[in-house]
C-alpha cells in the first residue's frame, strides 16, 4: 500500500487506491469535477438518465443528449472492467478518470479526428469512439475548460 494512500469511497465500500493519492480539488478544474461527478453518478445508480439529467443542464448540456453520456460511461465499464471510477463524492481522482477527462478533451478540440464507426470491433473499449466524439463535442460547444493534460494514450483514427 502506497504511504499516502487516502480511503476514497466507493458505493458500498471503502477502497485503498492502488495508485498514487491525487486529490480531485488540486488536479481538476471546477468544471471538470463536475464532469467527474456527473459520470461517477452514472456508474453508481440503477436509473442514472433520471439524476444525470439535471447535472448536466447545470454544465449546458441539454436533457435530450443525457442518454449519450450514460452510455459512454455504461460502455466504458462493461468493455474495460479494470477502468477505476470513485464514488460519487470521493476527495480523489483515479489516474484512469484523468485519462477519460485528457480524452473527451482530445475529441473536444479535434473533432476532425474521425474515423468509419463500422469498422470498430463490437465488444471492446473502441465501440466508445462514436459517443467519446459526440460527448466530447457537446462538452467543447457548452463551453466546459479543460486541464491541459498529455494527449490520450490510446489514439483512434489518425
Given amino acids: 500500500m502506497p504511504l499516502l494512500a487516502w ?41 442514472p438518465q433520471l439524476e444525470v439529467a439535471p447535472l448536466l443542464k447545470r454544465l449546458g448540456i441539454p436533457k435530450d443528449k443525457t442518454e449519450e453520456f450514460t452510455n459512454l460511461i455504461e460502455g466504458i465499464v462493461r468493455n474495460l472492467p479494470s477502468m477505476e471510477l470513485l464514488g460519487p463524492n470521493s476527495p480523489c481522482v483515479s489516474l484512469d478518470e484523468l485519462e477519460l477527462l485528457a480524452t473527451l478533451n482530445y475529441f473536444s478540440r479535434h473533432p476532425h479526428k474521425a474515423t468509419d464507426s463500422r469498422a470498430l470491433p463490437v465488444g471492446s473499449a473502441l465501440e466508445n469512439f462514436p459517443l467519446f466524439k459526440a460527448c466530447g463535442q457537446m462538452l467543447h460547444n ?8 498529455p494527449k490520450p494514450q490510446v489514439e483512434i483514427g489518425e
Avoid: W, Y
Wanted: proline fraction near 2%; hydrophobic fraction near 40%.
Fill in 142 to 149: 457548452a463551453g466546459i475548460g479543460f486541464r491541459a493534460r
Fill in 7 to 47: 480511503p476514497c469511497a466507493t458505493v458500498d465500500k471503502v477502497n485503498i487506491m492502488n495508485t498514487h493519492t491525487l486529490f480531485l480539488k488540486k488536479q481538476c478544474s471546477r468544471s471538470e469535477q463536475e464532469i467527474l461527478r456527473v459520470f461517477r453518478k452514472i456508474n453508481a445508480v440503477t436509473i
